[in-house]
């Protein structure tokens, strides 16, 4: 009899965005006549940027006539898109990445599951809490972890939580873990980091031997110039980090797919034979093996938002989404909400009134003002009595959500 991976038995009910989707469709159904507004998953809702699609088509052009066709290209990711993506998003900014260090794929969420395929299985992790359930659940599956407890924590994971009392900042661990998890601009608080908080997790990081991957899928919405888009920006973090960036938000890629993971050359780890090894090399040979590189039409796409055109139009739509998250902010402050993030991350992050529970809160938006966020508690325990609302919609169905809100609050 054929054995399953056990680790999956251990997993907390589903991943939290199905399961919304489950709660939904059941209320849709004995309500079918709601006008239900989704600011639940973070999934962008605007047509793709016109630079992106015209080298979209003209990719597809190339496709249909023999003489420009193309089979498979480069696991790694074709240079037209990795040399951009390394002068514009790194080396104009003053910070040392080079092209062959960056890998196209066909997304972060896979990204940040697969790079497990290259570390060991006894490593001890921290993550922040509340956090992206990807990070957990992909240790999870891949038997990092013992099992849940009844608030959701796994055995073996280190929980650093970050909540209004610490100003949405962890405290670095108290005993000593290999590898940390980071996201900034922050899913799903919406909250930043300053260079200076990255310094000391990089430090703490070099002393330790720790790695930390770095997810900066958020980075395009930072406004300010003084906080930091990259790790690499901070000292010392070519040795310590891998950083994941996505298309998915910036140019609304979420069903078309790409992303690009950084592992930078100087990055080593020690095997345990003593000899020291590049996971860069790991990684280029993990992905040589289990993928094929990212579709030639869509990596196209990507390298036409570098385009002076793709630049502005890309601003264009970051732009209209922090609109968004602005009106949020201010709509929820104005019924006397306390709010978080939504200033550079198109997620807003409120405290539940009256001290309610996440999910209870989701109950009553729903059912009171028809409105989908996402509860705080899915993200972690110490996401309770919090809640996500992405910015991610139409300015029609932000400005009407804004209005129902407030009157299922007040
Ligand atoms: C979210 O809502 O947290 C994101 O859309 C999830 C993702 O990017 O996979």
């Known amino acids: 009899m054929f054995q399953i991976n ?11 965005f199905p399961e919304i989707g489950r709660r939904v469709a059941a209320f849709s159904d004995a309500h079918p006549d709601a006008q239900i507004i989704k600011l639940g998953i973070g999934d962008v809702t605007e047509p793709l940027p016109a630079a992106v699609v015209a080298g979209m088509h003209a990719a597809v052009d190339e496709l249909a006539s ?36 960056i890998f196209v794929s066909d997304g972060s969420k896979c990204d940040t599951g697969n790079i497990l395929d290259i570390l060991g299985a006894n490593n001890s992790i921290a993550i922040t809490d509340p956090v992206y359930p990807v990070y957990v659940d992909t240790n ?26 610490n100003n949405f900042v962890a405290e670095l661990p108290t005993s000593p873990v290999d590898i940390i998890y980071l996201c900034y601009p922050n899913n799903p608080t919406g909250t930043v980091a300053t260079k200076e908080t990255l310094q000391k997790w990089v430090d703490y990081a070099r002393e330790h031997g720790s790695l930390i991957m770095f997810d900066a899928a958020y980075e395009a919405f930072v406004s300010d110039p003084s906080l930091p888009r990259s790790i690499y920006e901070v ?38 034979c003593g000899t020291e090894v590049s996971l860069h090399q790991l990684w280029n040979r993990r992905q040589s093996t289990k993928f094929n590189g990212a579709s030639y039409v869509v990596q196209k796409g990507a390298a036409a938002a570098y385009t002076p055109e793709g630049r502005a139009q890309m ?22 909400i306390t709010v978080y993030g939504g200033e550079h ?9 009256d001290g309610m529970g996440s999910w209870d809160f989701f109950d009553r938006l729903l059912d009171k003002g028809h409105l989908v966020g996402t509860p705080g ?29 407030k009157s299922v609050v007040s």
């Open 6 to 16: 056990e680790n999956y038995l251990k997993l907390k009910a589903g991943y939290l």
């Open 66 to 101: 023999r003489d420009s066709f193309h089979g498979y290209g480069p696991e790694q990711g074709y240079a037209f898109l990795r040399d951009p993506i390394a002068e514009q998003d790194y080396q104009a900014r003053g910070v040392n990445v080079s092209a062959d260090e």
């Open 140 to 165: 999870v599956m891949a038997g990092h972890t013992g099992e849940a407890d009844d608030a959701g924590r796994y055995d073996k994971l280190v929980y650093l939580p970050v909540t209004a009392d």
């Open 235 to 272: 000292d010392g973090a070519r040795e310590c980090a891998i950083e994941f960036r996505s298309f998915s938000k910036n140019i609304g890629f979420t069903g078309v797919r790409c992303a690009f993971t950084v592992v930078p050359k100087d990055l080593k780890a020690t095997a345990s």
């Open 315 to 336: 601003k264009s739509l970051i732009d209209f989404y922090m609109t968004n998250a602005k009106l949020l902010r201010e709509g929820l402050e104005a019924v006397g």
């Open 345 to 353: 991350a198109p997620y807003v992050w409120l405290q539940t009134p």
């Open 377 to 405: 508690s899915g993200f972690g325990a110490a996401g309770e009595g919090y809640f996500r609302l992405s910015a991610f919609n139409s300015r029609e169905n932000v400005e009407t959500a804004i209005e129902r809100f």
